[in-house]
Nanobody, 116 residues
């Protein structure tokens, strides 16, 4: 059993910043990658940013230059720093981990609202 505990999120004004964290725990032998996805009502979940255990990152075009994903391998914790937030960044953000046998696990989601 893998548990993902997310923290961060909330209400922020346009142009503001937020930082998320997500800690993975439980029956984990190896983590291959962690990252963040987001979803808005009526739309499919989309990738925001991912990072491998070797540090390779991948960002959606919408977040390039504004978002930074990082990983603390020792703590099995992934972070997402979001700057210059826009109203269109409003969504539920989900933590994702690819662990043993390349199985994916998801966090419970945290709501981000960008509004004045």
């Amino acid at each position: 059993q893998v548990q993902l505990v997310e923290s961060g999120g909330g209400l922020v004004q346009p142009g503001g910043s937020l930082t998320f964290s997500c800690a993975a725990s439980g029956n984990i032998f190896k983590i291959y990658a962690m990252g963040w996805y987001r979803q808005t009502p009526g739309k499919q979940r989309e990738k925001v940013a991912t990072i491998t255990n070797g540090g390779a990152t991948d960002y959606a075009d919408s977040g390039k230059g504004r978002f930074t994903v990082s990983l603390n391998n020792a703590k099995n914790t992934v972070y997402l720093q979001m700057n210059s937030l826009k109203p269109e960044d409003t969504a539920v953000y989900y933590c994702n981990v690819v662990a043993d046998e390349y199985l994916e696990h998801w966090g419970q989601g945290t709501l981000v609202t960008v509004s004045s």
